[in-house]
């Protein structure tokens, strides 16, 4: 495994997605499930992402972006600025996720369930994130189960 499964505290994080299209809007409609504290950066932002209560940045990434941010998630679909963003965030060392590179991430997103203050988190590795997608879902029908027949 390269990846240690663990919880981080993001009550006080500065959380930056760098991207606002699809797999930005993916990552932004999870985080809003935790949070309201994100910032979403692009050139142009998702109609979706604009309806989050996000602070929402419509312009180029540029390296000042970064000042203080503690989360990142790279999700531009120009590989190569991806790529360059996560070199000067390891430099200031920010934890980033490069949404199209696993091999780049520091960390990755699990397929996620909540129940409540229950967290149920499944991840593969960032190798097989449909299997992680269906044992959520098995998980996610498992605890439905179990409390409509506990009711």
Not at 115 to 122: K, M
């Amino acid at each position: 495994m390269e990846f240690l499964p663990i919880n981080i505290r993001i009550s006080d994080a500065k959380i930056l997605i760098v991207g606002g299209g699809k797999v930005a809007t993916h990552k932004a409609l999870i985080l809003s499930r935790f949070t309201n504290n994100v910032t979403v950066l692009a050139p142009e932002i998702s109609d979706e992402i604009k309806r989050l209560p996000f602070t929402k940045i419509e312009k180029e990434f540029s390296e000042s972006d970064l000042n203080g941010v503690n989360l990142l998630y790279v999700c531009t679909g120009n590989h190569a600025l991806n790529r360059e963003i996560k070199r000067l965030s390891k430099r200031r060392n920010i934890l980033t996720s490069v949404c199209d590179s696993p091999v780049l991430c520091d960390f990755t997103s699990p397929a996620i369930y909540i129940d409540g203050d229950v967290t149920v988190s499944v991840a593969s590795d960032a190798k097989d994130v449909k299997r992680s997608i269906r044992i959520r879902n098995n998980i996610q029908d498992a605890f439905s189960k179990h409390y409509l027949h506990a009711r």
